[in-house]
């Protein structure tokens, strides 16, 4: 089985490629470096920037993939509403370039719960109505249209995993999440407790919360790695295309993973309260019993504790990340 990972070199896309490789998948790895990092990902490595639909499509005739788990795009919820256009053109164009030569070849796209919007619902469940409220949940959208509208023309199956908040470093510490600049908050906290950082501005404590900051449900990133293995082996066994969301079903107050990481790093984190941050859901929670269902997929991770304590270690022995 040969497997084309795009945006392999990236947090969540070096994991899944990890994963897929321990379990004897043969994995293509495409990154243009732009966000990933080269020592994310051991293995065979073409840096190639997708946007340029020659070299991509000079580079796709000579191979053949059994499947495509595609995950190279940018992911920044804030800059996506400063840049919108520049958005658009990373989201959608590189998967409009891959699907014009990979006929009928099945793609696992990496989602996101930022589809959705404002939630309805105490959790969401994946026929939650879809409005984003940021260009960076619009373009992932009209990806999974892109998707839906091939799949329905007979041009390929699909999975669209809609991922809740990506977190946690691999157990033996040697990777982790690594984003220039870091935006997100287990790595912010944690590096604010090492005195590697600058202390922590929670984004308001006047949310309709139990302790007034907001909850979102973070899921481990290898749970992420092998929900797309899973998918994968859905759609290799003739499995229809689908959408799943992947979480825990369990939230998280900021509040919480600020103690949480101030027990496991042994030392408060150093904080503030902030004003609210716009374009913040009060609450994202996962309802991912689907996933559980078709795919027989389980988080290992469950407690936020184990996952944050898997971040800790990386911060510890890899202080400059990647770098
Ligand atoms: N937060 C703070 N202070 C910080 C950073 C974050 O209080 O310095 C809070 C946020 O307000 C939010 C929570 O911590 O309540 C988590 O924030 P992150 O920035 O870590 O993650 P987001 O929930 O904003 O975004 C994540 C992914 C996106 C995805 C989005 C879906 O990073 O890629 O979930 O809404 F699109």
Redesign the pocket.
């Known amino acids: 089985m040969k497997i084309l990972v795009t945006g392999g070199c990236g947090y969540i896309g070096s994991a899944t490629a990890r994963w897929l490789h321990r379990r004897g998948v043969e994995v293509s790895v495409i990154d243009d470096l732009s966000e990933g990092h080269r020592r994310a990902w051991d293995g065979a490595l073409a840096e190639l920037d997708l946007l340029d639909r020659d070299a991509c499509h000079r580079w796709l005739a000579d191979q053949h993939f059994d499947g495509v788990i595609h995950f190279a795009a940018r ?3 804030g800059e996506s509403v400063q840049q919108p256009v520049r958005y658009w053109r990373a989201n959608v164009v590189p998967l409009i370039h891959l699907t014009e030569v990979l006929e009928g070849v099945p793609i696992v796209f990496s989602s ?3 589809t959705y919007g404002f939630p309805r619902t105490p959790t969401l469940a994946e026929d939650h109505p879809q409005q984003p409220v940021n260009p ?2 619009a373009t ?1 959208l009209a990806a999974e249209r892109l998707l839906n509208d091939r799949d329905a023309a007979g041009l390929g199956r699909f999975a669209a995993l809609r ?5 946690g470093a691999s157990a033996d510490g040697r990777h982790g999440e690594h984003h220039d600049p870091e ?4 790595p ?1 906290a944690i590096r604010a407790a090492l005195g590697q950082g600058s202390p ?5 404590t006047d949310w309709d919360t139990p302790d007034g ?4 449900d973070y899921i481990h990133v290898d749970d992420l790695a092998s929900a797309h293995y899973r998918a994968l082996e859905h759609l290799l066994e003739g499995g229809e295309s689908d959408v799943w969301n992947l979480g825990t079903g369990r939230g998280s107050s ?1 509040i919480e ?1 600020i103690e949480t990481v101030g027990r496991l790093c042994g030392t408060p984190v150093p904080h503030e309260i ?1 004003p ?2 716009e374009g ?2 009060q609450t ?1 929670v996962a309802n991912a019993d689907k996933a559980r269902r078709d795919l027989g997929w389980e988080p290992a991770y469950r407690e936020l504790a184990a996952l944050v304590e898997t971040a800790v270690r990386w911060h510890k022995q890899q202080p400059a990340g990647y770098a």
């Not at 935006?183 to 287990?186: E, N, S, Y």
Request: hydrophobic content about 40%; overall charge positive.
């Open positions: 992911c920044y919820v996101s719960c930022a960076y949940g992932k991922y809740f908040n990506a977190a935006t997100h908050l287990i912010l922590l501005t929670v984004f308001g900051s907001c909850i979102r900021v993973v902030g609210r941050r913040d859901p994202l």
